[in-house]
């Protein structure tokens, strides 16, 4: 089962929620027989060594964390040349997370990034609010668009999702 694969997951995440979905990926990864390195975006400096990324970011207000959106766009032709699978959280609630961004599921402003990437995947995961690692500004903010608090992560989604990518990378050569 070990394919020596080396795979970074890199987040963008504000508070938190996204690190830990970028570590269960991770963990995932790793009892596939992977290696995988978890890094925030904004520590990654060089991409050599990896055959594949997994890159995912807090979507805030339809817009990716900075140190995720800049890996994106600096890093898109290196990042065309691997595969690379992306993943945006941040809907809270219960439902379909993408009714509740309203089809909103990637930020209009990386598409041409994500496009010269051409990702093998992207998914939209639910995510956490946890009112005391908010500063004055985010509690107004939350409370003005009534979003509700809590954790609605869906964890098996996520290591599905992540089990599904060490298939892809232990099928391929």
Partial sequence: MATNKRVLVAYGSKHGATAEIAERIGKELRGAGLEADVLAAKEVKDLSGYEAVVLGSGLYIGAWVKGAANLLKKRADELARMPVWLFSSGPTGTGDPEKLVEGKVFPARLEEARDRVKPRG?????????????????????????????????WDAIEEWARGIAGELEASP
């Fill in 122 to 154: 992207h998914r939209l995961f639910h995510g956490a609010i946890d009112r005391d690692r908010l500063g004055m500004l985010e509690r107004q903010a939350i409370k003005m668009v009534k979003a509700p608090l809590g954790d609605f992560r869906d």
